[in-house]
């Protein structure tokens, strides 16, 4: 492909972005409606305040008030973590739940180019909803047993006795001082989630040596676990570790 035709596509872009960019005055402030959409596959719109000799861009909220209504929240350090890795990214700033950026008009171009970007990025993290949070977690605790140089094994399924595989996230072997140990990591602690547990733990327990222990690894990073919950577990003969207070199970774990 020659120069002319790559910059004839360079051409035709801009001018597809110029089509599809809409203008508006409101009350004094400028608001921008872009080609770019998000997960609803509604249009991105900024909105352009002047103040003193500068620019104010912001998104009025929307993109972090969006996540919350998704189910989203930025309550703990991880995500708050993630957010600031992207904000720092593209220089953007967060107030309260407004993304916004400050310019002038010869950075002008830029600068909501950054926060145009940087919506998009943010909004990505509706992912990081129960799916994702469970896959994260489990994480967390892989590198845990990996850091306290706890043996494992990851992903295990087992046959219970109704002929039904079930699935653990770790299995700690047996050690000539302690029995198997099968962890299940919860990141959210439900009472459903519990259950199933406590279900798939009764399933096994016949198939598995008399002394294997089970232990429910529970998330109360982002809510305090129930007592019922946790006094559920223990009457089924399975330890709950409150993620909290993981550093207690250390030497117990790793025996």
Request: hydrophobic share 40%; net charge negative.
């Amino acid at each position: 492909m020659i120069l002319k035709d790559c910059q004839d596509l360079v051409n035709a872009y801009i001018e597809w972005l110029q089509q599809r960019i809409n203008v508006e005055d409101i009350k004094g402030v400028c608001e921008i409606t872009t080609p770019f959409v998000d997960r609803h596959n509604d249009q991105l719109q900024i909105y352009v305040k002047p103040s003193n000799n500068r620019l104010i861009l912001t998104d009025d909220g929307y993109t972090i008030k969006d996540l919350k209504i998704s189910g989203f929240e930025i309550t703990t350090e991880k995500r708050r973590q993630i957010l600031y890795s992207i904000l720092n990214g593209f220089a953007v700033q967060l107030h309260g739940d407004e993304l916004t950026v400050e310019a002038t008009p010869d950075n002008f171009a830029q600068k909501k180019h950054n926060l145009i970007q940087t919506m998009l990025a943010v909004n990505d993290l509706w992912t990081m909803t129960e799916p994702m949070v469970a896959s994260l977690f489990r994480e967390d605790v892989e590198r845990y047993l990996r850091e306290h140089k706890i043996r494992f094994t990851p992903s295990i399924k087992f046959a219970g006795k109704s002929g039904l595989d079930h699935s653990f996230d770790f299995v700690i072997p047996a050690s000539p001082v302690k029995p198997e140990r099968i962890l299940n990591a919860i990141s959210n602690p439900t009472r459903q989630n519990i259950s199933l547990l406590i279900f798939s733990w009764t399933e096994i327990t016949e198939v598995r040596a008399p002394d294997s222990t089970a232990y429910g690894v529970l998330n109360d990073t982002e809510k305090q676990v129930s007592p019922d919950l946790i006094d559920a577990l223990q009457r089924y003969y399975i330890r709950p570790i409150q993620w909290s207070r993981r550093a207690e199970y250390v030497e117990e774990l790793a025996s």
